[in-house]
Each structure stands twice: as structure tokens, then as C-alpha cells.
């Protein structure tokens, strides 16, 4: 079955940068778009950036200029690079398919970002 582990989330101060990853399992990853996901406090989930099976990238207006998606079909990876993180970004983040989520979400990796 599938099983998707994210992980690289903390407490970073507004400005900071980090880089979370989310390994995949139990699905033929190269053939896959995957995106991150996040969900705020009394927020609904939303999707933040996607990547596509041909390496093709989306992202939300709120993050275009700071976040960057990518991939690493070898190690089953997709990787999120946030850049001058905002209090706003603070949330937890989850990666799963893109289009057509799976019913299966990982625990998600929360991420913290202090004015």
C-alpha cells in the first residue's frame, strides 16, 4: 500500500529557510505528479506546489518566488524548498499525488515560523 513520510519541518524565524522531504512508498513514483500540501489552523488544506511525472512545476500565488518543488525519481523524494518563510506559511505540510489524491495522507511535518 502506499505510504508517504514527510519529514524537515520546525521552528524557523520569519526569513528563514527550510527543506522538506517526503519519501514515498507502495506507488510507481516516476509515474506520478506529486505535490505538498499544507494545512493551517482552522484552515482548509491547501495545495502549495506541484511537480509533475515530467518534471513540470506549479505552485500557489501565495508562495511563486519562494517555494521550490522538485524531485528525485532514484530515491522515491520529492522535495520542498521554502525560502523567506512568512508567519502566514506556518502550518503542517503534507505531500500526496497530484491530481488524484490518495485516500492515504502521511503524518505530515509541521512547520513553525516566528515574527
Known amino acids: 500500500q502506499v505510504q508517504l513520510v514527510e519529514s524537515g519541518g520546525g521552528l524557523v524565524q520569519a526569513g528563514g529557510s527550510l527543506r522538506l522531504s517526503c519519501a514515498a512508498s507502495g506507488m510507481i513514483f516516476s509515474m506520478n505528479g506529486m505535490g505538498w500540501y499544507r494545512q493551517g489552523p482552522g484552515k482548509r488544506r491547501e495545495l502549495v506546489a506541484g511537480?509533475?511525472?515530467?518534471?513540470?512545476?506549479t505552485y500557489a500565488d501565495s508562495v511563486k518566488g519562494r517555494f521550490t518543488i522538485s524531485r528525485d525519481n532514484a530515491k522515491n523524494t520529492v522535495y520542498l524548498q521554502m525560502n523567506g518563510l512568512k508567519p502566514e506559511d506556518a502550518a503542517v505540510y503534507y505531500c500526496?499525488?497530484?491530481?488524484?489524491?490518495?485516500?492515504?495522507w502521511g503524518q505530515g511535518t509541521q512547520v513553525t515560523v516566528s515574527s
Open positions: 511537480i509533475s511525472s515530467g518534471g513540470s512545476t
Open positions: 500526496n499525488r497530484v491530481p488524484n489524491q490518495y485516500g492515504y
